[in-house]
Nanobody, 120 residues
C-alpha cells in the first residue's frame, strides 16, 4: 500500500556530512509525521529525528542533524553534519500515514534501511 524508499547513505570520514532522503509513495491520503531511526549492531533501534508540526531530535544528534520535509513530494530529509564514528548504523525511515479520510489513526510504515558508516 505504502512504500518508503531511502537513499543517500554511504561511507564518510569523521567530521563529514551526508544527506539522507526518504520518499513515500502509494495509497496516501495524508502523512501525519515522518522520521528517522537508526540501529547499530548489538543495539536497539533509536529515534534520530522526527517531524510533524514540530521537530524532535535524539539527544546524541542535537545541533548536528537537521530534519526537513517536502509535503508536496511526501519526502523527508536528514542532513547530517559533524558525523562521528558512533553515528554508524542502519538508518530507517518511518512514516505515520492516513490511507483515507475515514481513518481515525495513521498506520506506521518503515523503509528498508540505508547504511551509514563513519570511519577514517
Amino acid at each position: 500500500q505504502v512504500q518508503l524508499v531511502e537513499s543517500g547513505g554511504g561511507l564518510v570520514q569523521p567530521g563529514g556530512s551526508l544527506r539522507l532522503s526518504c520518499a513515500a509513495s502509494g495509497s496516501i491520503f495524508s502523512i501525519r509525521a515522518m522520521g528517522w531511526y537508526r540501529q547499530a549492531p548489538g543495539k536497539e533501534r533509536e529515534l534520530v529525528a522526527s517531524i510533524s508540526s514540530s521537530t524532535n531530535y535524539g539527544d546524541s544528534v542535537k545541533g548536528r542533524f537537521t530534519i526537513s520535509r517536502d509535503n508536496a513530494k511526501n519526502t523527508v530529509y536528514l542532513q547530517m553534519n559533524s558525523l562521528k564514528p558512533e553515528d554508524t548504523a542502519v538508518y530507517y525511515c518511518n512514516a505515520a500515514v492516513f490511507l483515507s479520510s475515514r481513518d481515525l489513526y495513521p498506520t506506521g510504515y518503515w523503509g528498508q534501511g540505508t547504511q551509514v558508516t563513519v570511519s577514517s
